[in-house]
């Protein structure tokens, strides 16, 4: 039996989407489908199960999307002057004192690239073998450079190894029976996430003052210290820079109050193979690998910052950590497995952490080896020290090792910060710490070569040197001029609709 319906196949001028195939209804009729409405619905993604086509509310759907049409060479274009109006690590030196901007080597992104570190974090023990054993060889690695007898490696940032410290010192004081202890002492020399992560930890903070040479005033420390204290933060060398020249008797006076010392380590780049938090006298610490290691940093993540204990800490470690049987394995069994410390403060951080940044950190001190990042400590504090000898700005404290804190004077340290873009370089830290007024904190790292900090503080003299007409109006030569930083922090402006919304 023939079928006399039209042919609805394409011949050029029916189409053949589904969205303009018809429906044969009777005796010859046909009716499209979808109706123009219900067309551009579906084409703009809406919903089967919704009446008008879309599952969301009316106000958040259009009834059309305009796409830009651009050929390749203007894409490609458009893209290439984007990324040559970003300052970054790779286009020259990032001299933010105590944030420790270190250039990031390409070849431990190509080892997180490789496939082999394309692991499924829900995969079983047996299959992961030689993730764990790498997670295990890291948590060695980091132990033995801080001086620390236990590591886990969940935290995802330094900020968050700061307040998983913090919440492991907390555990220790409640199982001694010490839940009292609700202060922790924070010196305004120290970094400046301590505050808020002791805060954010439950404790009430102390502060301590500095003494004359920009260190631990011991007297002060002598009167803050109680039986209410928890812990004592402390970054060594300090934000100016400083070695804690007293920091066996630091730690002698707070071990003896009952409380914990606790490391920063933010600035750890300064003390690499040379000297180790742990034999210091310190209880916990974090590790900033984005920082002390070359994984990336900043960007909004992802970061990590594993935590180091004693051994009398290490029970409130977060769970999971991983560890060797201790009996071996026979052959074909797995060789390392996770556990949980016996008094575990909890999982802070989904499975081991940020894997692939550990990766990175792992790829780096490994690299670097021993004399790799005895090498890498020392050029730092050279390079700090050469820089400072170069500039004109004062200097007030010293000596320092990786990173010193330069002051304005009577120019103000925002505006010679913008003022420094106009020379193509990236300024420093300002305006803290507070110590130092009108600060200009810098930290070149090590990676710089000499030629680059010749060319870094010609930027810094030339700023100087200029009047304050010269310093209010810049930058000039950036793709965006001096913009309302305020405004910008408090109600940011995401999408390009907003800016036509103003014009």
């Given at each position: ?8 196949s ?6 053949q989407?589904?969205?303009?195939q018809?429906r ?5 009729e046909?009716?499209?489908?979808l ?8 084409e ?15 106000d958040?759907?259009r009834?059309?999307?305009e796409?830009?049409?651009l ?6 274009r ?20 105590s ?13 997180a690239?490789?496939?082999?570190a ?10 992961v ?12 690695y980091?132990?033995?450079?801080g ?13 968050a ?52 040479d920009g ?25 100016l820079g ?19 010392l ?6 750890l ?18 590790y900033n ?10 960007g ?27 009996e ?7 060789v ?10 909890g ?5 081991d ?6 990766l990175?950190?792992?790829a ?10 005895a090498?890498?400590s ?8 050469y ?25 103000d340290?925002?505006d010679?910060?913008k003022?420094?873009?106009d020379?193509?370089?990236h ?10 007024p ?8 090590e ?57």
């Amino acid at each position: 039996m023939s079928d006399d319906r039209p042919d609805v196949s394409d011949d050029g001028n029916t189409p053949q989407s589904r969205y303009d195939q018809a429906r044969y209804v009777e005796n010859g009729e046909y009716e499209p489908l979808l109706s123009e409405k219900d067309r551009t619905r579906v084409e703009i993604g809406g919903g089967d199960d919704d009446p008008d086509g879309s599952p969301l509310p009316d106000d958040l759907t259009r009834d059309s999307l305009e796409l830009p049409e651009l050929s390749e060479p203007e894409l490609a274009r458009h893209y290439t002057r984007l990324s040559q109006m970003i300052y970054g690590i790779d286009s020259g030196p990032y001299p933010l004192g105590s944030c420790t901007m270190k250039y990031n080597p390409k070849f431990t992104e190509d080892v997180a690239a490789l496939p082999a570190a394309a692991v499924h974090p829900d995969r079983s023990e047996e299959s992961v073998q030689g993730t764990l054993e790498l997670l295990y060889r890291l948590q060695d690695y980091l132990g033995r450079i801080g001086g620390m007898d236990a590591v886990t490696l969940q935290p995802p940032a330094g900020a968050a190894g700061e307040f998983v410290g913090i919440r492991v010192a907390a555990a220790y004081h409640e199982h001694n029976g010490e839940g009292h202890r609700d202060e922790v002492i924070v010196p305004e020399s120290a970094h400046g996430t301590n505050f808020a992560s002791a805060a954010l930890g439950g404790y009430d903070v102390v502060s301590l003052p500095s003494d004359d040479d920009g260190r631990v005033d011991l007297e002060a420390l002598e009167a803050a210290l109680s039986e209410d204290t928890a812990a004592l933060m402390l970054t060594n060398p300090n934000t100016l820079g400083l070695f804690e020249r007293e920091i066996t008797t630091i730690a002698d006076m707070v071990h003896e109050a009952g409380g914990l010392l606790y490391y920063d380590g933010a600035n750890l780049n300064a003390l690499l193979g040379r000297a180790r938090p742990g034999d210091m006298g310190f209880d916990v610490m974090h590790y900033n690998v984005h920082k002390t290691f070359a994984t990336p940093h900043g960007g909004g993540g992802p970061g990590a910052g594993p935590v180091g204990v004693v051994s009398d800490l290490a029970p409130f470690l977060p769970a999971p950590r991983v560890r060797e049987r201790a009996e071996g394995s026979p052959a074909g069994e797995p060789v390392y497995e996770r556990f949980d410390p016996e008094h575990t403060i909890g999982k802070v951080h989904g499975f081991d952490g940020n894997w692939l940044v550990l990766l990175k950190a792992f790829a780096y001190i490994a690299r670097l080896g021993d004399e790799g990042l005895a090498d890498a400590s020392a050029s730092a504090v050279l390079n700090a020290n050469y820089l400072a000898e170069r500039i004109e700005y004062d200097v007030p404290y010293g000596p320092f090792h990786h990173e010193f804190v330069a002051s304005a004077g009577e120019q103000d340290a925002a505006d010679v910060a913008k003022r420094m873009l106009d020379y193509g370089v990236h300024p420093p830290t300002t305006k803290w710490p507070e110590i130092v007024p009108e600060a200009l904190m810098t930290e070149p790292t090590e990676v710089e070569s000499k030629d680059t900090l010749d060319r870094l503080a010609a930027a810094f003299n030339a700023v100087a040197d200029e009047d304050d007409d010269a310093l209010e109006t810049a930058p000039e030569r950036t793709t965006a001029r001096r913009i309302d930083q305020t405004t910008a922090a408090r109600t940011p402006r995401l999408s390009w609709q907003a800016l036509e919304d103003d014009a």
